[in-house]
């Protein structure tokens, strides 16, 4: 496998900062722990979907082949090559082709409030779950998942908010009561 490219002086390091978003890769072999590092050793921030195991120290990732980083467009261009049968990155298409797909900031930052909540119940379903769309749009008012913001949808007789990342994957939370939610319109 190429090397990252691990000289990132000052100047191209905060541009990159500047620039950076949120994007997805799917990861081949259940490895996102070897990838995590390998990202984390060119000073690239990741997030991978969690829950804790045992003592609490093992992690045990919630969808196996998924893992998020935060880059700059250039560098997000360059990991299909660099993480070559390893990962690739989620793209979405434009006029010019296929670039990487960039997580809008503000549903990046609600997947991971609800991913790193700590409750119990979670379900994760992955991009090929087409029903995670459906159902009143509604934000969090109260709890531990306050501020989240996604839709709603019933699962063995329990109201469940599912939060997506568009084309990627979502999570359903476990149950939050009807006081808690807020519907908004749609966007």
């Not at 908010?161 to 979502?170: D, E, N, P, R």
Request: hydrophobic share 35%; charged share 25%.
């Amino acid at each position: 496998m190429p090397t990252l490219n691990k000289r990132y002086n000052q100047e191209t390091t905060q541009v990159e900062q500047e620039e950076s978003h949120w994007y997805a890769l799917k990861v081949f072999f259940n490895k996102v722990f070897d990838v995590e590092e390998t990202l984390n050793g060119c000073g690239i921030s990741t997030y991978i979907p969690c829950e804790t195991q045992g003592n609490g120290h093992e992690r045990k990732p919630m969808i196996n082949s998924l893992i998020f980083f935060r880059s700059a467009p250039a560098f997000a261009q360059r990991v299909n090559t660099l993480l070559y049968n390893k990962a690739f990155v989620y793209t979405s298409s434009t006029d010019m082709g296929k670039k990487p797909y960039a997580i809008p900031e503000k549903e990046m930052n609600i997947f991971m409030l609800v991913c790193s909540s700590g409750e119990s119940g979670l379900e994760y379903f992955g991009a090929d779950d087409s029903f995670f769309r459906k159902g009143d749009r509604v934000k969090v008012v109260d709890g531990v998942f306050k501020g989240a913001e996604g839709y709603i949808r019933r699962i063995r007789g329990n109201r469940r908010l599912f939060v997506s990342i568009h084309g990627v994957c979502a999570v359903a939370t476990s149950y939050i009561p009807q006081c808690f939610l807020r519907k908004i319109q749609n966007a």
